[in-house]
């Protein structure tokens, strides 16, 4: 493969990885969210939250748990080969 192509597909796999990443941190910065007895739903410093706030908290939590660890595996393949040179040099 081409090292410009593969070097535009590495930013095409890292760039939504690292927005889903860094935009539910920014979302959700009481993560995680736990049902509460009193509330319904609260964060980790206790604040109130609805149940549709739960549900978009848990569609980023599920996402990032399996969308991480196959963007990692794609970037890990797509630069074997540069890995690899790096990884003798050292």
Same mark, same amino acid.
């Given at each position: ?5 593969? !070097? !535009?597909? #590495? *930013? @095409?796999?890292? $760039? ?6 860094? +935009?539910?941190? /920014? %979302?959700?910065?009481? *993560?995680?969210? &736990? $049902?509460?007895? *009193?509330? =319904? /739903?609260? =964060? &980790?410093? =206790? ?15 599920? #996402? %990032? &748990?399996? +969308?991480?660890?196959? =963007?990692? $595996? $794609?970037? @890990?393949?797509?630069?074997?080969? #540069?890995?690899?040179? !790096?990884?003798? &040099?050292?």
């Amino acid at each position: 493969m081409n090292p410009l192509w593969r !070097r !535009r597909l #590495t *930013a @095409l796999i890292l $760039a939504p990885m690292l927005v889903w990443l860094f +935009g539910g941190f /920014y %979302l959700f910065p009481d *993560a995680p969210f &736990k $049902a509460c007895v *009193a509330r =319904g /739903y609260c =964060g &980790k410093q =206790g604040q109130p939250h609805t149940e549709k706030e739960f549900r978009q908290f848990m569609i980023w939590e599920t #996402t %990032l &748990k399996w +969308g991480w660890p196959i =963007g990692l $595996a $794609a970037l @890990l393949v797509l630069n074997r080969n #540069t890995i690899r040179r !790096r990884g003798l &040099k050292s």
